[in-house]
């Protein structure tokens, strides 16, 4: 079962000026900035209520964030839910026949295992699931 949306991620060109853009958004400075090598990406995170802002920019090409970028533009990248055991989901969520692009949790942001659905099964939304490491 998904807990909460624990965060949105929006795809930006330059993090440094998209950091300064939702520093006024959110009347708050971002808490933390993290590079994730295996996504090739870098990320910065705003707190909101019990969740968070995640701005990504690519930091290599063929990065998830710089084609999705090159084809679509700067926005909203995917939402990302809050589980209690990530593995339990993903069968839940194979046994209602989406399809998952990792099936073993990976490595995420901020302290997470992460995997990903197909957005093409989520009428255009990518969703990712996320739970705290132990
Ligand atoms: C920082 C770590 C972690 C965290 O802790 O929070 C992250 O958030 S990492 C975020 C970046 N990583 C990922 O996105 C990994 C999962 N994504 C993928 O595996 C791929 O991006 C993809 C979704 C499978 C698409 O890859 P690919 O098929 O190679 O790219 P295409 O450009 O050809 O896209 C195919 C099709 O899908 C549409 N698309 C792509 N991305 C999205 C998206 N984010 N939301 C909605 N739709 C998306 C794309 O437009 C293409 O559709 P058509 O144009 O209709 O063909
Ligand atoms: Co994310």
Do not use: W
Request: charged share 30%; proline share 3%.
């Amino acid at each position: 079962m998904m807990k909460k949306i624990e965060h949105i991620g929006i795809a930006v060109k330059d993090l440094e000026a998209a950091n300064e853009t939702y520093r006024k958004v959110m009347g708050a400075e971002h808490y933390k900035t993290e590079a994730v090598e295996s996504e090739g990406v870098i990320t910065s995170f705003f707190k909101v209520g019990e969740s968070k802002i995640e701005l990504l920019a690519g930091t290599t090409e063929d990065s998830p964030i710089s084609k999705f970028i090159s084809k679509r533009g700067e926005g909203i990248h995917h939402i990302a839910f809050g589980v209690d055991d990530i593995q339990a989901e993903i069968e839940r969520l194979q046994n209602e026949g989406f399809r998952l692009l990792n099936e073993i949790p990976k490595p995420g942001a901020d302290n997470k295992l992460v995997a990903f659905m197909h957005p093409k099964d989520a009428n255009g939304v990518l969703v990712e699931l996320c739970q705290d490491k132990e």
